[in-house]
């Protein structure tokens, strides 16, 4: 099962991964994180860079730092989301100029039968108007047929 398009993301979500706490003291403050993507079902969360960041003064060798977040509930993935606005509150940002965090969920079952179901509705849907067409296509050829053959005497 695939979990991201972006290969640095899926190497990240391999790495060693630092704690989110030492993210949350050591790492936002430096105001080098451009984008946070959580993963519920792996317990981790991915924090990707700004171009050339600085962090504890030095540049940081990858553009993604992996974060395990094994505190928190996967059915809740929400509660990761205010942990990091609570820390921006702290570090006086205001609301609009909060790092994205976005969660990424992985195909389940549930989404996968959705998927079928809404195939096959939209495959029994297109076959009916197919059928519709053929038969009005049908329709006017035999119409066409009769009209030609009551002009021939």
Known sequence: MATHSNPAVVKALEAEAIEFDEFLQHILPTGEVARVIYFPNKQRAIALLQPNALINGKPYPSDVIPIKIERTNPSQPDQVRLEIRHAEEKLGLPLREGIPVD??????????????????????????????????????????????AGKKP
Do not use: N, P, W
């Open 103 to 148: 969660t990424f969920r992985g195909a389940s079952f549930f989404r996968t039968m959705e998927f079928m179901v809404g195939f096959a509705i939209i495959g029994f849907l297109a076959s009916r108007y197919g059928q519709l067409i053929r038969r009005q296509i049908v329709q006017k050829r035999a119409e066409d047929a009769a009209k030609a």
